[in-house]
């Protein structure tokens, strides 16, 4: 990316067309070729200006008039800045840089976000939302993203952040989200998880053991009981007791786990970060 003076981009000719004045986010000024897009504020509304010709200032749609097209911040003209800009789109966590999910639930904190980060060697996840907060906002993934890619734009933010499709816990939905461009998938698998086994006395528990598939209790006694776990200094042996109540607790959602990792994130054509939630 190569970045101009913000004085060719001509905010007064902005503001005569706008009737209002404008904010130049110099950090956005870009050069594509014969053109240089950047990013602009009137009042509250923020634009997208290409000066010049070519390719980009073809494609984004808006009002051109004196060699300046003014573009809505639109989902349409974020994938034209996502095709010429790829470090506005996201992308998975592939060098395992220390993350961090930041959540801007309202789309409204990023440019915050990104400047707090600055000096820093962490992977954002700008985008993040779960289906309850997107339908609590009355926001769709599209929009959460949109937000994140026109703010990393402003920002001038080129090192990579990620998009993720929060707590999910339907196939539709881990579908919908890595349609729209989710590059990370946290499964939330509580639903899967059955909490009452603790409860169970011993008699009751065997007897709910029992009812288990063969092929089920036989894979994970050899793979856990009477085994040896070392996690740091301590050293923890799983006895038939508590296994019997972690495989009755939690075998439907190892299989719904391994189902969701076989059928979307080991198939997908492009790296897919895959976090696992439990609560």
């Known amino acids: ?110 440019a915050g976000h990104i400047q707090a980060l600055q000096g820093t060697n962490v992977f954002p996840f700008f985008a993040q939302q779960s289906i309850r907060e997107l339908n609590f906002t009355g926001r769709s993934f599209d929009d959460v993203i949109d937000a994140a890619a026109y703010a990393v734009f402003q920002e001038g933010y080129t090192t990579g952040y990620g998009a993720d499709g929060d707590h999910l816990k339907r196939c539709e939905d881990i579908e919908k989200s890595l349609s729209q461009g989710a590059t990370m998938i946290t499964l939330d698998s509580s639903e899967q998880i059955d909490n009452l086994i603790q409860s169970l006395d011993e008699e009751a528990l065997l007897g709910r053991y029992q009812q288990l598939d063969h092929e089920i209790r036989e894979r994970f006694e050899k793979l856990y009981q009477e085994q040896l776990f070392t996690i740091g200094e301590e050293v923890i042996k799983l006895d038939r007791m508590h296994l019997m109540q972690d495989v009755l607790t939690y075998h439907k959602a190892l299989d719904f786990i391994q189902m969701v990792y076989e059928n979307y994130i080991r198939t997908s054509s492009k790296p897919i970060d895959f976090e696992i939630s439990i609560d």
Do not use: W
């Open 1 to 110: 990316m190569e970045l101009y003076d913000s004085r060719q981009i001509d905010t007064h000719a902005l503001e005569t067309r706008l009737g209002k004045p404008v904010k130049l986010y110099e950090k956005s000024v870009t050069s594509l070729g014969e053109c240089i897009i950047a990013m602009i504020r009137c009042d509250t509304t923020k634009y997208i200006v290409a000066h010049g010709s070519g390719p980009v200032f073809d494609e984004l749609a808006g009002e051109a008039g004196q060699m300046i097209k003014i573009c809505p911040a639109d989902h349409a003209n974020r994938l034209v800045l996502n095709k010429y800009l790829p470090f506005t789109a996201p992308v998975a966590n592939t060098t395992k840089r220390p993350s961090l999910g930041l959540g801007d639930r309202l789309g409204q904190a990023t």
